[in-house]
């Protein structure tokens, strides 16, 4: 079955500071999904990605679909505090069904130091 | 704007007793549903989905079942609760297409 590896597993950064991570997988993906989750909550949906060497933005996180539709990165510039959490990326293999079934990376958890 | 609702939020059962989940859908149509369990904070496994009423898939064998009664309602059960189905469920819903998913804010199930 499908695979989504995601790296790093934890990220312990400083206010400030830059975060990049990304998911890689064996089989192609039409769709990226970017998600954060705080704790005792539901996944929030950050960016969705619909095409190979896509670049999207959404305030400070910038998320890329990777050219070979096979890994996609997010990263978020100048963390705070709230950004601690956990991201998840998803990816969909679309076409010929009725409905999406994401395989999800196993997440990143991300501590900020104030 | 479409939102979606789950509860109850947390929830205490004793082994053997039965179980509701509701999960409900407001300002869209038609959406397709799905059902998932999260353990200790990471990784999501789909449980079930449904692509209208009455039409449920299940993705695992498990020891829980789940209906669809009406277009924007999706219920998840037991008959008989486990101390491995502790865990936290999750509900979402995406368009008839299924690209992107949305995601409700959860039930947390501790059986004892």
């Known amino acids: 079955g499908q695979q989504l590896n995601q790296s790093p597993q934890s990220m312990f950064i400083q206010e400030g500071e830059d975060v990049s991570m990304n998911c890689t997988s064996s089989?192609?993906?039409?769709?990226w999904l970017w998600y954060k989750q705080d704790p005792g909550e539901g996944p929030v949906l950050l960016i969705a990605l619909y095409k190979a060497g896509e670049l999207t933005s959404n305030g400070r996180l910038t998320a890329q679909f990777g050219i070979t539709r096979k890994d996609s990165f997010l990263n978020i510039s100048a963390s705070i505090p709230s950004d601690v959490g956990i991201y998840f990326c998803?990816?969909?293999?679309?076409?010929?069904?009725?409905?999406?079934?994401?395989?999800f990376g196993q997440g990143t958890i991300l501590t900020v130091h104030p | 704007s479409q939102t979606i609702h789950q509860w109850p939020a947390t929830l205490v059962q004793p082994v053997g007793s039965p179980l509701s989940l509701e999960c409900t859908v407001e300002g869209t149509s038609n959406p397709n549903l799905y059902w998932y369990r999260q353990a200790a904070g990471r990784g999501l496994q789909l449980l079930f989905y449904?692509?209208?009423?009455?039409?449920i898939s299940s993705e695992v064998p498990q020891n829980l079942s789940a209906s669809r009664p009406q277009d924007r309602q999706f219920i998840l059960s037991s008959k008989k609760l486990l101390l491995s189905d502790s865990g936290f469920y999750l509900c979402?819903?995406?368009?008839?297409?299924?690209?992107?998913?949305?995601f409700g804010p959860g039930t947390r199930l501790l059986v004892l």
């Open positions: 998803a990816g969909l293999v679309a076409g010929g069904t009725s409905y999406g079934k994401l395989t």
């Open positions: 979402a819903w995406s368009g008839t297409h299924g690209e992107t998913q949305y």
């Open positions: 089989s192609i993906f039409n769709t």
């Open positions: 449904s692509v209208g009423i009455g039409q």
